[in-house]
T-cell receptor
Framework: GENVEQHPSTLSVQEGDSAVIKCTYSDSASNYFPWYKQELGKRPQLIIDIRSNVGEKKDQRIAVTLNKTAKHFSLHITETQPEDSAVYFCAAISNFGNEKLTFGTGTRLTIIP | DAGVIQSPRHEVTEMGQEVTLRCKPISGHNSLFWYRQTMMRGLELLIYFNNNVPIDDSGMPEDRFSAKMPNASFSTLKIQPSEPRDSAVYFC????????????FGQGTRLTVV
């Protein structure tokens, strides 16, 4: 099945700086890559997703890039703010056997005021 | 819509007892997912339903776990008998259609088995 690796596991950045979280996946047929944000004690919520027919997608301060050749995708947050502090999960669709969404292990992002 | 509703929010039970977690998906969504979240294993898919039919239960850890979806607006996840290693946060999520659309998660049930 799909294997999604996520790095780093923890990340601290100064408020206003950028944060980058990277994920790799194993199934070359994967074609849907969402990112979820989970604030402390809350539920995961979708913040952005990308499909394999595009290489980059932006939504205000958030962007995701996809490199299908290298099988990796990244989340970029610019001009970070304290409310960006959360755990971020990447995920990828596996088309091996039954279709399934596999999550990375998460990155705990802390924004330092 | 109130979103995905789970109950209870917290459950503390003794080892060996039966535990039932409940979920009401968003109206109009035809896919429902049960996830388990722990520090060690992250977010694991336990089972998912499409149009009330179980499609993939390969993530269900043992026969002690079972899930049902008797209609489009209700699902249960049952653990019988419960064990301390089942302690985790259990999330239910629903989507309009399968994995390729936004998953809306419930607030989760924090289960503690002592």
């Amino acid at each position: 099945g799909e294997n999604v690796e996520q790095h780093p596991s923890t990340l601290s950045v100064q408020e206003g700086d950028s944060a980058v979280i990277k994920c790799t996946y194993s199934d070359s047929a994967s074609n849907y890559f969402p990112w979820y944000k989970q604030e402390l004690g809350k539920r995961p919520q979708l913040i952005i997703d990308i499909r394999s027919n595009v290489g980059e997608k932006k939504d205000q301060r958030i962007a995701v890039t996809l490199n299908k050749t290298a099988k990796h995708f990244s989340l970029h947050i610019t001009e970070t703010q304290p409310e960006d502090s959360a755990v971020y999960f990447c995920a990828a669709i596996s088309n091996f056997g039954n279709e399934k969404l596999t999550f990375g292990t998460g990155t705990r992002l802390t924004i330092i005021p | 819509d109130a979103g995905v509703i789970q109950s209870p929010r917290h459950e503390v039970t003794e080892m060996g007892q039966e535990v039932t977690l409940r979920c009401k998906p968003i109206s109009g969504h035809n896919s429902l997912f049960w996830y388990r979240q722990t520090m060690m294993r992250g977010l694991e898919l336990l089972i998912y339903f499409n149009n009330n039919v179980p499609i993939d239960d390969s993530g269900m850890p043992e026969d002690r776990f079972s899930a049902k979806m008797p209609n489009a607006s209700f699902s249960t996840l049952k653990i019988q008998p419960s064990e301390p290693r089942d302690s985790a946060v259990y999330f239910c999520a629903s989507t309009r259609d399968g994995f390729r659309t936004e998953a809306f998660f419930g607030q989760g049930t924090r289960l503690t088995v002592v």
